[in-house]
């Protein structure tokens, strides 16, 4: 896990998955709707043995149309990787978040 300095918690863990423009939005204070953003599922894969899952937070005008018909992704091959990465990176460019004020913000919306 990464580290971020968080203005409010000091230096703390960091949310990797969440957009730069859904970071915004929460640190600007506003309450995102639950229905103005997406939760993306990507499941990781050797062979059939699952590897991982991991969840990408974002605005529903970031989300992608290959990615709307495709929730969860699965990830197969480090070519699908890529094509994941292509799909959803400049969404994520300068994202992320601390990891206890993004933990706040779910429990504020009652997604736990």
């Known amino acids: ?14 949310v ?3 957009s730069k423009k859904l970071s915004n939005e929460i640190s600007l ?15 990781f894969y050797d062979d059939d043995e699952i590897l991982g899952k991991d969840k990408y937070y974002l605005m529903k005008e970031e989300l992608p149309q290959e990615a709307i018909t495709s929730n969860p992704i699965k990830i197969y091959t480090d070519e699908d ?5 292509i799909l959803l990176g400049s969404s994520f460019l300068g994202g992320g978040y601390c990891v206890i004020c993004f933990e706040s913000w779910i429990q504020l919306l009652n997604l736990k």
Do not use: Y
């Open 29 to 43: 204070g506003n309450i995102v709707n639950i229905k103005d953003f997406s939760i993306l599922h990507v499941i």
């Open 81 to 85: 990787e890529n094509k994941l990465n």
């Open 16 to 18: 990797p998955f969440v």
């Open 1 to 14: 896990m990464g580290l971020i300095l968080c203005g409010k918690h000091g230096q703390s863990g960091v």
